[in-house]
């Protein structure tokens, strides 16, 4: 999320390093050939790191490497910020904007987040609380529910979703099948990683046909949808924002169009972000 938010403000040449997961996203690349590999981002190579000589290190504010002291030790300056999360995309946004000298550029981008999040919340607010449609919402994983204080939850809650797992902890919750068939959701969506070869298509299918699942409003109603992280996270989840939105209250949302947003992105910030599925059906 930080490397495609420094490419869109047209800051990719500041950066030197990035790691696996970010090498394997063709999108960014091809944008910022440069940049060296660093390892894994739970456990970066820290001789490969000083050997590039950042002025900083950005690394997530949610989930801090598991070898943040040796960073530390080595006198690298970390800045935490987790560029993914709608709460917080705009002041990440900021931050990274005065951090590389693109104020303008940053202050851009976070108010049209802010512009499209306060749209959502003014279409969402006349709806009574009792209308919010109930949805569980999967993680990466099976039956991990995407619970309190999880991008998806926030998501969720801003987009006038019911989350059933909404009062459990941690954010990542295990659930088990039988759970799931009793809360009798009427909407179901999963978060699907971009390095997943599944197509979405075929993870709808065989989510509607597990077992016991064929009870399920959402799946008798075709109300399965699965969600690729490129859109649910990062810098372009205002746009899954309203994706949500639209799936929940089509009527309230009729008028806003996401995937005329996605491809708007894609022509103002990075391209390529616009040509693979995001979410199906």
Known sequence: GAAEMLIAFGAGDQIVGVTESTRNVSYIMDKIPQAQNIGNWQTPNVEQILALHPDVVISYSSYKPKNLDQLTAANITVISLDC???ATLSSDARALGALTGKTNEAEVYARMVEDTIAEVAKRVKPI????YPEVYFEGYTDYTASANGSGSGEMLTASGGKNIAGDMVPASAQVSPEWVV??????????VSSSNMIPLKEIVQKMKARPGW???PAVQQDRVYAFSNEIEYGPRAYIGLVWTAQLLHPDEFRDMHPRMMLNDYEQRYVSGTNKTTVIYP
Request: no cysteine.
């Open 182 to 191: 009793a809360k009798q959701p009427q909407y179901v969506m999963k978060a």
């Open 128 to 131: 009574p609380a009792d209308k």
């Open 214 to 216: 064929d009870t399920i």
């Open 84 to 86: 993914y999360r709608l």
